[in-house]
C-alpha cells in the first residue's frame, strides 16, 4: 500500500475544509471499500481525513413523519433499527441483502452510497478501464461482462453499482443531505448516481469536497406490501446479478401507488418512473406486473455473458411484485425463493 | 485529464508521514503502539502485538478469517486502520479462554464437534460466531448459516460450525 498522511476531522466544516486544502485526500469512514481499492492499488490518496468520529449517528423523526438517518449509522444498526424494521422493512431487508455481518458492522450508511463498482477490470489496475483510467477504454465490452449492466450503459462503460442498501433507497424516494464548500444541499436518490456516459469516472453528481451527512426518508415506508429480491451466484455474500425492490399500496385488489427498482443491472440503482405509472390504478396481477416489467426492461441490452440478466430481471421483477402484493417478502435467510 | 492530474499528485514530492501514537485495549490490557497510518488493524496485531492467533487470509474482507471483537461487535481487522481505532477494545481469540486456561464454552463446542480441519478459519469463525450470538438476531439455523456467511471456511466442516454454534448458544 502507498504511504499516507492520516488527518481526523473535528467537525463536518473542518473535514470540508481539509478536503479542499489537498488535493489528492480522501474522506474515509467505515473505509471497507476504500482500505480495498487502497491494497490493489486503485486508489491513491495522498492524505486520509478520517469523519468516523463526527456526529452523524443518529436516527431521528422529521416533521413531516418520515426519517433523517445520520450518515455515520453503520449499516448493522440501521437494519436492525427498531424504527427501520417497522415502518421501512424493504430498507432493512435490501441493507440484510448486502456483505458480511463484519463488513454490515464496519461500513456507514453514507459510504454504502459511495461505494464503487465491483467490475473486475476496474479492480485490475493492469487493465483499460474508463472509470479508472479515462480515456483508456472499456475492457468489459469485449471481456468478461457476467456482472455488468443492461440498462444505462453506454460505449465507456458497462460497469453496475454495487449497493443493495441504495436499490431500497431508490424505491422508498429517499433524499441525500450533502455539506460542501458552498453550503448544504439536498440531492433526490435518483439524482445521485449517474449514468456512465462519457464520463464513467464520476459515479455520482457529488461536487469535490461535499461530504453526505444524512438521508432522509419520506413518511410512506410500504411496509405491509414490500420485498427485495436478490438473485446471485451464491447463497449469501455474493453481489447481485439481478435485484428487485418492489413496494405497493394496495386499496383492495387495485395498486394505488407503485415503486419498482432494480440492481445489479445499470450503474445506478434503476428506476423507471413509466413502469411505475404502468402499475397504478391498475389490478395486482400478473399481467399488470408483466406490462411493467416489460415496460422496464424495453430499452435492455445484453452482452456477450450477461443477455440472460434480461429474462432473469423479468422473471425476478414479476416474483418479487408478487410477493409484495400478497404481503409475503422475502426473508434474506431464506434461500428458497417464494 | 484524470491521469494528468494523478501523474501530477505523484510526482509531487510527499513528505514521509511520521509514526502515529496509537492506544488500545487488547484482550483487557491497554497497549501503546507507535504506527504508520497505513497499518492495519490486523497487521497491528500480528506483527507489532505478537498475537498471530488472528489470520490473515484473503487481505480483503471476503474471508472472514481475520475476524475479530472491536467495542464488542465482530469486524474484519484486514479493512481497518489501527490508527483510526484509536482508544477502542479488541478482543482476538487469544482472549478468550479463562486466565487458568479453560477453555470459552465456543471454544470447547468447536473441538466436541470437530468444528474444523486445517484450523485456519477457526479464530475467525470463533469471533465471528461470539459476535453473532451477542448480536442476538439468528434463532434458527437457517438464519445462524446467513449470518455467519462472512466467514469462509474452505475444508468445508460449515455442518460442525453450525453444531457448535448452537451448542454454545443453548439450542437443542
Known amino acids: 500500500m502507498i504511504n499516507f498522511d492520516y488527518v481526523r476531522a473535528g467537525d463536518v466544516a473542518e473535514a470540508v475544509r481539509l478536503s479542499a486544502a489537498t488535493p489528492g485526500a480522501r474522506f474515509i469512514a467505515g473505509g471497507t471499500n476504500l482500505i480495498d481499492l487502497m491494497k490493489v492499488d486503485v486508489e491513491r490518496p495522498v492524505r486520509l481525513i478520517d469523519i468516523s468520529r463526527l456526529p452523524l449517528r443518529s436516527v431521528e423523526e422529521t416533521p413531516s413523519g418520515g426519517l433523517r438517518i445520520g450518515a455515520l449509522v453503520p449499516n448493522s444498526d440501521l437494519a436492525w433499527h427498531p424504527l427501520i424494521e417497522r415502518r421501512y422493512p424493504l430498507l432493512a431487508s435490501a441493507i440484510l441483502a448486502g456483505a458480511s455481518a463484519q463488513l454490515r458492522n464496519m461500513a456507514s450508511t453514507g459510504g454504502n452510497l459511495l461505494q464503487r463498482t465491483r467490475c473486475y477490470y476496474f479492480y485490475d489496475a493492469a487493465t483499460p478501464c474508463n472509470k479508472r483510467a479515462p480515456g483508456s477504454g472499456c475492457s468489459a465490452l469485449t471481456g468478461l461482462n457476467r456482472m455488468h449492466a443492461i440498462l444505462g450503459a453506454s460505449q465507456s462503460c458497462i460497469a453496475t453499482h454495487p449497493s443493495d442498501m441504495c436499490v431500497a433507497l431508490a424505491a422508498l424516494a429517499a433524499v441525500v443531505h450533502v455539506a460542501g464548500p458552498s453550503g448544504e444541499r439536498t440531492l433526490r436518490f435518483v439524482d445521485f448516481h449517474r449514468a456512465p456516459g462519457t464520463t464513467p469516472e464520476r459515479d455520482t453528481n457529488l461536487e469535490p469536497h461535499e461530504i453526505v451527512t444524512a438521508i432522509e426518508l419520506p413518511a410512506q415506508g410500504f411496509a405491509a406490501n414490500h420485498s427485495y429480491l436478490k438473485i446471485r451466484d451464491r447463497a449469501s455474500y455474493a453481489f447481485a446479478l439481478v435485484s428487485v425492490a418492489a413496494a405497493l399500496e394496495l386499496d383492495g385488489e387495485v395498486i394505488k401507488e407503485a415503486r419498482l427498482a432494480l440492481g445489479g443491472v445499470a450503474h445506478k440503482p434503476w428506476r423507471d418512473p413509466a413502469a411505475e405509472q404502468a402499475l397504478r390504478g391498475r389490478p395486482a396481477t400478473e399481467a399488470s406486473f408483466a406490462a411493467a416489467a416489460d415496460r422496464l426492461l424495453q430499452d435492455a441490452k445484453g452482452h456477450a455473458h450477461n443477455a440472460f440478466k434480461i429474462g432473469l430481471a423479468r422473471r425476478a421483477i414479476l416474483r418479487a411484485l408478487s410477493q409484495a402484493a400478497r404481503g409475503t417478502p422475502q426473508p434474506q435467510w431464506q434461500k428458497k425463493i417464494l | ?172
Not at chain 2, 500480528?46 to 475479530?68: F, I, N, P, S, W
Not at chain 2, 465471528?128 to 469462509?152: C, F, Q, V, W
Request: hydrophobic fraction near 35%; charged fraction near 20%.
Open chain 2, 1 to 172: 485529464m484524470a491521469r494528468t492530474s494523478r501523474t501530477r499528485a505523484r510526482a509531487e514530492p510527499i513528505p514521509t508521514p511520521g509514526k502515529v501514537s496509537v492506544t488500545l485495549t487488547v484482550n483487557g490490557v491497554e497497549t501503546q503502539l507507535e504506527l504508520a497510518p497505513w497499518t492495519t488493524l490486523l497487521d497491528a496485531l500480528r506483527e507489532h502485538l505478537g498475537l498471530t492467533g488472528t489470520k490473515k487470509g484473503c487481505d480483503h474482507g471476503q474471508c472472514g478469517a481475520c475476524t475479530v471483537l472491536l467495542d464488542d461487535r465482530r469486524i474484519n481487522s484486514c479493512l481497518a486502520f489501527a490508527v483510526m481505532k484509536d482508544g477502542a477494545r479488541v478482543t482476538t481469540i487469544e482472549g478468550l479462554a479463562a486466565p487458568d486456561g479453560k477453555l470459552h464454552p465456543l471454544q470447547q463446542a468447536f473441538i466436541e464437534h470437530d468444528a474444523f480441519q486445517c484450523g485456519y478459519c477457526t479464530p475467525g469463525q470463533i469471533c465471528s460466531a461470539l459476535g453473532l450470538i451477542a448480536e442476538g438476531h439468528a434463532k434458527t439455523a437457517d438464519e445462524i448459516r446467513e449470518l455467519m456467511s462472512g466467514n469462509i471456511c474452505r475444508c468445508g466442516a460449515y455442518p460442525n460450525i453450525l453444531a457448535a454454534i448452537e451448542q454454545a448458544m443453548g439450542r437443542p
